[in-house]
């Protein structure tokens, strides 16, 4: 089973691009904070991918900071670089994406929702239900 899921903020603005048939391919990294001794923390930057709707989704609701969960599936590809060496990069391939804060002013209330591959896009009131470790606050993102 190949099944990814993620908490954590934008790193940046995602990018959305179009394929020669018209796919639309957003790309952003998130920002995941986890625990490497006592007491002590690290975050790593991880590459998200999203396709179609859900990039177009992406693109016109998520910014730089925003606090949102990922499910999706681990992706690692090749490619050539314009070097000529061949490079890996592993990658999540986002399914569904969870937003758990709102993008209005700090502070301010505001609802959180879904999106995702499925018809079915609902909002939701649960701000952090989740469980998955603790929330960064604001002060403390590196971006």
Known sequence: MNKVILVGRLAQDPEV????????VATFSLAVSRRVGQ??????????????KLAEICGN??????RILVEGRL??????????QKRRVA??????????????APGTSGES????????????????GF??????PEEDIPF
């Open 17 to 24: 691009r179009y394929t020669a048939t018209g796919k639309a």
């Open 39 to 52: 007491g002590q923390e690290s975050t790593d930057f991880i590459p998200i991918v999203s396709w179609e």
């Open 61 to 66: 609701n998520l910014t730089k900071g925003r």
């Open 75 to 84: 992706q690692i590809r090749s490619y050539e670089a314009q070097d000529g």
């Open 91 to 104: 990658e999540v391939i986002a399914q569904n994406i969870e937003f758990l804060d709102s993008n209005r």
């Open 113 to 128: 929702g879904t999106a995702g591959n499925s018809q079915n896009n609902q909002s939701s009131n649960q701000q952090d």
């Open 131 to 136: 469980g998955f470790g603790p929330s960064i």
